[in-house]
């Protein structure tokens, strides 16, 4: 059974970081993509960053770029979200997901909440 759990999400002011990891369990592939989506109260589940396990390319949405980065640790089955920068239209609920092939995400990690006060 695929599991994946984030953390890393809290309170933080407009300006600070966080970090916000997605550790995998039960996987038995290797997968294609890891991403992160946030989706705020009100709104659609949006795309945030992505990385592809073979090769580490990265992609970032535009209102994040510059700001967050990705990456992974293959060892670990881990990818991580380093948030920098922060700011207030930033809050949402933080989810990880996992692609086995280059279309859609098969499995999703319940979310983490990041709240960025102004």
């Known amino acids: 059974q695929v599991q994946l759990v984030e953390s890393g999400g809290g309170l933080v002011q407009a300006g600070g970081s966080l970090r916000l990891s997605c550790a995998t369990s039960?996987?038995?592939?290797?997968?294609?993509?890891m991403g992160w989506f946030r989706q705020a109260p009100g709104k659609e589940r949006d795309f945030v960053a992505a990385i592809l396990w073979s090769g580490g390319t990265t992609y970032y949405a535009d209102s994040v770029k510059g700001r967050f980065t990705i990456s992974r640790d293959n060892a670990k089955n881990t990818v991580y979200l380093q948030m920098n920068s922060l700011k207030p239209e930033d809050t949402a609920v933080y989810y990880c997901?996992?692609?086995?092939?280059?279309?859609?995400?098969?499995?999703w990690g319940q979310g983490t909440q990041v709240t960025v006060s102004s």
């Open positions: 997901a996992v692609a086995r092939v280059i279309s859609g995400n098969d499995y």
């Open positions: 039960g996987l038995t592939f290797s997968p294609y993509r």
